[in-house]
């Protein structure tokens, strides 16, 4: 079973715009992690911001944020005011601590197109 | 510059022929992960080696194999290639063994495309 969803294929969003990239998981691990990944066309995976499930407070890291909503097992990212460097596919993933060592289960992703 | 490397960044080779990918995680991390990237996929794991050590197996093929040496870099190893192991092979490092709280964020080297003809 799909244990990250990414429900969006791609979207456009304008310059200067805020973005939220929709991520939902599923998990019976108290304990777990998530984390968001930018890959930019030319390939290399960039670590964003991570998530964990005790953690109180949404995590934010310049101008990505994590909606963190555990009851409904959704971790959103909400990029504020876009730059055309953001343009990249957006993967989210999930780490359990119970489950092989801590692998990375990755959603789908989502391709941001960010326009002038 | 996630301070993981990996060589070669492209690789061409013919369906048969076996190749290694190598990795080299960053400085004072102990766990190495591979991971496949395909377009019919996605992002999958592959193996897992902690300090020399093989820790977890995900979907990896049997022609396909790793280790990790005592440097701590690692290798994979790909052989009787086929046209659907053309794909983006990363490895990422932490530097623990993944057994603490889901903290220990792994930082992914810029990966070898590799492209089977």
């Known amino acids: 079973a799909q244990k990250i969803t990414q429900t969006q294929p791609g979207m456009f969003v304008q310059e200067k715009e805020a973005v939220t990239l929709d991520c939902t998981y599923d998990?019976?691990?108290?304990?777990?992690?998530l984390f968001w990944y930018k890959q930019p066309s030319s390939g290399e995976m960039i670590f964003l911001i991570y998530?964990?499930?005790?953690?109180?407070q949404n995590a934010t890291e310049g101008r990505y944020s994590l909606n963190f909503q555990k009851a409904r097992k959704s971790a959103n990212l909400v990029i504020s005011a876009s730059q055309l460097g953001d343009s990249a596919m957006y993967f989210c993933?999930?780490?359990?601590?119970?489950?092989?060592?801590?692998?990375?289960?990755f959603g789908a992703g989502t391709q941001v197109v960010v326009t002038p | 510059d996630s301070g993981v490397t990996q060589t070669p960044k492209h690789l061409i080779t013919a369906t048969g022929q076996r190749v290694t990918l190598r990795c080299s995680p960053r400085?004072?991390?102990?766990?190495v992960y591979w991971y496949q990237q395909s377009l019919d996929q996605g992002l999958q794991f592959l193996i897992q080696?902690?300090?020399?050590?093989?820790?977890a197996k995900g979907n990896i093929l049997e022609r396909f194999s790793a280790q990790q040496f005592p440097d701590l870099h690692s290798e994979l190893n790909l052989s009787s290639l086929e046209l659907g192991d053309s794909a983006l092979y990363f490895c990422?490092?932490?530097?623990?063994?993944?057994?603490?709280?889901?903290?220990?964020?792994?930082?992914f080297g810029p990966g070898t495309r590799l492209t089977v003809l």
């Open positions: 990422a490092s932490t530097r623990e063994g993944g057994d603490s709280l889901a903290t220990d964020t792994q930082y």
């Open positions: 998990t019976s691990d108290p304990s777990y992690g």
């Open positions: 998530q964990g499930s005790y953690d109180q």
């Open positions: 993933a999930m780490r359990e601590t119970t489950d092989s060592w801590g692998k990375l289960q």
């Open positions: 400085s004072g991390d102990l766990s």
């Open positions: 080696y902690y300090n020399g050590e093989e820790r």
